[in-house]
């Protein structure tokens, strides 16, 4: 298990920029693919992005495509998501995790660790 803590997150108008950045505890960081996911009011926890291991390989949901950047420090222990041009439907809680699953997983239960979550609001 690993232990990730999120930060960044916050208000912020539509067309607006924030990074999150989600630091994990331990020296096996670079062990781990790590996700982002998000859960707006009412709805479902969903997939977000990922990242292997090495950096050299993502994914993303077609809804942020162009518009979010995953990226990781494998040296700083830390994986991050530059978000752009946010929308109001971006307006969720945003958590990372740490799956030792595949290259790319996307799914909820590729993932054994989580952090607490951050919040993100974009005010239209």
């Known amino acids: 298990q690993v232990q990730l803590v999120e930060s960044g997150g916050g208000l912020v108008q539509a067309g607006g920029s924030l990074r999150l950045s989600c630091t994990a505890s331990?020296?096996?960081?670079?062990?781990?693919?790590m996700g982002w996911f998000r859960q707006a009011p009412g709805k479902e926890r969903e997939f977000v992005a990922t990242?292997?291991?090495?950096?050299?390989?993502?994914y993303y949901t077609d809804s942020v495509k162009g518009r979010f950047t995953i990226s990781r420090d494998n040296a700083k222990n830390t994986v991050y998501l530059q978000m752009d041009s946010l929308k109001p439907e971006d307006t969720a809680v945003y958590y990372c995790?740490?799956?030792?699953?595949?290259?790319?997983?996307?799914?909820?239960?590729?993932?054994?660790?989580w952090g607490q979550g951050t919040q993100v609001i974009v005010s239209s």
């Open positions: 995790a740490a799956s030792s699953l595949g290259v790319t997983p996307s799914r909820d239960s590729d993932f054994h660790s």
């Open positions: 990242l292997s291991r090495s950096g050299s390989r993502w």
């Open positions: 331990g020296r096996t960081f670079g062990y781990y693919n």
